[in-house]
Each structure stands twice: as C-alpha cells, then as structure tokens.
C-alpha cells in the first residue's frame, strides 16, 4: 500500500525550507556587505581615494565617500571651492 502524502503538507514544507534558505542567504549577504565595507575603510585610511575604489568595487564613488563619512573619516583630499562670503 502507498501512503500519499498530503500537498498541502508538502507545500508548507517548500515554503519553509525556501524562508529558510532566503533567511541565510540574506544574513550572508549582510556579513559579506560588512566585511566589503571595512575593506573599503582600511584602503582609505591607506590613502586610497573613491575614484581608485569605485574601479574595483561594487560602490561607486558617492557609495564609497558616504561609507567614509559614516566611518568618521576625513575626506582623501582637500577641498578646492572657496566659499563665496556673503554680502552684508
């Protein structure tokens, strides 16, 4: 005698076994994006500025100057526009 197992049964446990394996490949993907992100802060505490990064990495520069920003980092080189004083 074959027993039968029920579809829906069957349904639930793809559901769950897809939610899972999404549910890992995210926490992967969070830790990958981490470990990228403080690779990108050592090359600019390096000297490495966001044109050379962007070349190699997924960021592009404005990606790259935020994540130095958010590091606390001063920018990679300074600024050339002057400030234009106010007229009183």
Request: aromatic fraction near 2%; charge should be positive; avoid cysteine.
């Given at each position: ?20 394996a999404h549910a890992e ?10 470990l990228h992100q403080a ?24 990606n790259i100057d935020r ?22």
């Amino acid at each position: 005698m074959t027993e039968e197992k029920d579809p829906k049964v069957e349904a639930l446990a793809k559901v769950r076994a897809a939610s899972e394996a999404h549910a890992e490949a995210k926490a992967a993907e969070a830790r990958a994006r981490e470990l990228h992100q403080a690779a990108i802060i050592e090359a600019i505490k390096v000297g490495l500025g966001p044109s050379v990064l962007s070349t190699v990495s997924s960021y592009d520069r404005v990606n790259i100057d935020r994540i130095r920003k958010a590091a606390k980092l001063p920018p990679t080189r300074a600024a050339t526009v002057q400030k234009i004083p106010k007229e009183e």
